[in-house]
């Protein structure tokens, strides 16, 4: 029989927060691949005696593919670890229509990403009642292309709560785009390596985030968070005010 391949979400660096399901194929797994650059290692221990170990971070898509081949017909299992949740910045569309296209099962467990990761660490909610109740998660175009209907300007018109991948090493640049459209106060956090133990926070406003920044030595595995969410005004939620009923509790309690 043929093996099947779970790409896993191995959240954004605590062990602890890579899912009991995760956890269980990682056990179980007779190959594990994982994204050297940033998957916590430490989730390797996880391993059972024997399984054979890849760190995709010096791998082609090929190698990728290839390694997966032939565990699947050897009727291995194979846990496929990607950072954070595979669905954002993971590259396994690729992975998944090649395995396809070879007849190989797979499936996607999903994980906790970095953008909530970071706001879990500030203790911070993007969805606050009449700030915003809109997350646009993005990035800075850079070696790779961000289509141009999606420019950073474009997103930063809605003035919506922005989570911004990729992009630290740009932060002067990213500052200065948003600058027009969320005004030079607007605060911003930049999160590195959010729930690793050398977690950083750095908090500023657009006007002085990059500064910051560059001081505290932040240049790459970090969230720009932008938008009022950080600030403190808000209205409060309409789901836990007495006098607004709904499904589950009735009207005008007091
Ligand atoms: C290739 S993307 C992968 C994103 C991942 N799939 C996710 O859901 O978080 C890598 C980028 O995610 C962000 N990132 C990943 N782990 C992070 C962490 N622990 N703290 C802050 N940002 C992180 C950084 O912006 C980094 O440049």
Same mark, same amino acid.
């Given at each position: 029989m043929m093996g099947k391949v779970h790409f896993i979400?191995?959240?954004?660096?605590? #062990?602890? @927060? /890579?899912t009991i399901k995760g956890k269980r194929l990682l056990e179980e797994a007779d190959v594990i691949i994982y994204?050297?650059?940033?998957?916590? #290692?430490? @989730? /390797?221990?996880?391993a059972k005696p024997g399984c054979s170990i890849y760190d995709s971070?010096?791998?082609t898509l090929e190698q990728v593919i290839e390694t997966m081949r032939e565990a699947a017909g050897g009727g291995m299992s194979i846990a496929r670890l990607h950072t954070?949740?595979?669905?954002?910045?993971?590259?396994?569309r690729e992975q998944i229509d090649e395995l396809d296209r070879l007849g190989i099962e797979c499936e996607v467990v999903p994980g906790v990403s970095s953008f909530t990761a970071s706001a879990a660490a500030l203790k911070k909610?993007?969805?606050?009642p009449d700030i915003s109740q809109t997350v646009i998660c993005t990035r800075l175009e850079g070696r790779t292309p961000v289509p141009e209907s999606e420019s950073l300007e474009s997103l930063a018109s809605h003035r919506a709560s922005m989570a911004i991948f990729l992009s630290v090493h740009m932060i002067d640049e990213v500052a200065r785009r948003l600058i027009p459209h969320y005004g030079e106060s607007a605060p911003v956090a930049i999160v590195q390596?959010?729930?690793?133990?050398?977690q950083k926070i750095v908090t500023g406003t657009l006007s002085n985030i990059a500064k910051k920044a560059r001081e505290a030595g932040i240049e790459k595995t970090a969230q720009i968070l932008v938008g009022e969410?950080?600030?403190?005004e808000y209205s409060r939620s309409k789901?836990?005010?007495?006098d607004f009923s709904h499904g589950y509790r009735g009207g005008n309690e007091k």
């Open positions: 979400g191995a959240g954004p660096g605590d #062990p602890e @927060l /890579l994204a050297g650059s940033l998957v916590n #290692p430490q @989730l /390797l221990e996880a971070a010096g791998m954070g949740d595979p669905s954002i910045y993971g590259a396994i909610e993007f969805t606050l390596k959010a729930s690793w133990s050398d969410f950080l600030g403190d789901l836990y005010d007495p």
